[in-house]
């Protein structure tokens, strides 16, 4: 006989963070707009620090999209000027990717803006039941990047 408690925590967990996704979807498309971005711009940039470099294929794994779709991204953010293409002295097959000084400036100030959204949201919640909220979903992350790590077969 299976365990209700436990098939109700589910139930809810399941519940919250379908609710908790569409507002940071919704959260990620005001950003987007109020920076004149598309969404997958928006995302592209935030996967970048002020100096970091990457290469198609390290951006193109960690946003989960095919290699053509990534270069459309980035060529819409070279256009806006937000990035600069390189070829990778290393290895001349390559491109490198960089954020222009327009690039540097907008992330730091989406990551300003980000820290000032949260810190509001922060503000509906007593302060007092802050910590243990950040405690728990440091462990829910942990527990998700767990579940993502199995194989896909196994569900």
Request: aromatic share 8%.
């Amino acid at each position: 006989m299976p365990d209700t408690n436990k098939n109700s925590a589910a139930i809810k967990l399941a519940d919250l963070t379908s609710h908790l996704l569409v507002h940071c979807r919704e959260k990620e498309i005001r950003f987007a707009e109020k920076n004149g971005l598309t969404q997958a711009e928006f995302r592209c940039l935030r996967y970048f620090s002020t100096n970091e470099c990457m290469n198609n294929k390290q951006i193109s794994a960690k946003m989960k999209l095919t290699p053509g779709r990534l270069t459309r991204i980035i060529d819409s953010l070279i256009f806006k000027k937000y990035m600069t293409r390189k070829i990778d002295k290393s290895d001349r097959r390559f491109m490198r990717v960089y954020l222009s000084q327009k690039g540097i400036s907008i992330v730091q100030q989406l990551n300003n803006d980000y820290v000032d959204v949260h810190q509001d949201i922060l503000s509906g919640i007593d302060l007092h039941q802050q910590k243990p909220m950040i405690i728990a979903m440091s462990r829910l992350v942990a527990a998700m990047k767990i579940w993502a790590s199995k194989s896909k077969s196994d569900y």
